[in-house]
Every structure is written in structure tokens, then in C-alpha cells.
């Protein structure tokens, strides 16, 4: 049986971790962009759409976060005569650096083993 040529394309393995609380995913890979976004733009909306996600999905992560964490990731303020805003706390920041930091890690402890998949794939 021949197989199909495949266009180039880069191959590579990337860790994703989920962090649960409950029944929540507390964070994750999604929540992880969602932040930085929210940090870059200092807008839930700005964020969600360059997400392709609506508002109120991003709105709903936010509020899960916020819940089960120990103190908040996020600081909306409502529009109003300055317009809103919203931009990460302290612990948001600090939960976003440990949170990329594990992935980092992730991917160097693992590197030996993804090469080995990673030369089985069809190129």
C-alpha cells in the first residue's frame, strides 16, 4: 500500500497541562492565552475576539479562574465614562509565569522521548 505524501510541516510535541480544582479546570493552555491577551490589550473583549471566542465565554473562564484560586487573577472594571478595562493581578501574573514555567519544563524533561516519536512520524 503507498501512502500519501504529506505537505512539509514541522512536527513537534507540546505539553499541555490542566489545572483542576473540583470539578473546574482551574487553568490550562486556553486560560494561559486568554491572560496574556487580557495583559497585552487590558480588555476582556479585545482578548476574547483576537480568541475567536465570544465575551461572554471568556467572561465565564475568567469568573472560573477568579473562583478557584485563592484570590483573583483578573481586575475587570466596568466601562462607564473612561471605558473598562481589565488586567491581571499579582497572583494572575505570578499563576501565568508558573503556569509557562511548568510547560518549559515539561518540554526539557521530555525532549529525549518526543525526539523518538517524533522520528517515527511520516515527514
Not at 470539578?23 to 490550562?28: K, L, N, T
Not at 472560573?64 to 487573577?73: S, Y
Request: charged share 25%; net charge positive; hydrophobic share 35%.
Amino acid at each position: 500500500m503507498k501512502r500519501k505524501n504529506h505537505p512539509a510541516r514541522l512536527s513537534a510535541v507540546h505539553p499541555r497541562f490542566r489545572i483542576v480544582c473540583g470539578r473546574d479546570i482551574a487553568f490550562g493552555p486556553g486560560k494561559a492565552d486568554l491572560l496574556e491577551l487580557i495583559a497585552e490589550t487590558g480588555s476582556i473583549g479585545k482578548a476574547a475576539s483576537r480568541m475567536k471566542m465570544s465575551y461572554m465565554r471568556a467572561w465565564s473562564l475568567i469568573q472560573t479562574m477568579n473562583r478557584c484560586f485563592k484570590r483573583p487573577l483578573i481586575h475587570a472594571t466596568h466601562g462607564g465614562e473612561g471605558g473598562g478595562g481589565a488586567e491581571l493581578t499579582e497572583t494572575g501574573r505570578q499563576i501565568l509565569a508558573l503556569y509557562r514555567q511548568l510547560e518549559t519544563k515539561a518540554s526539557a524533561a521530555t525532549r529525549a522521548t518526543s525526539q523518538k516519536i517524533l522520528s517515527r512520524l511520516e515527514s
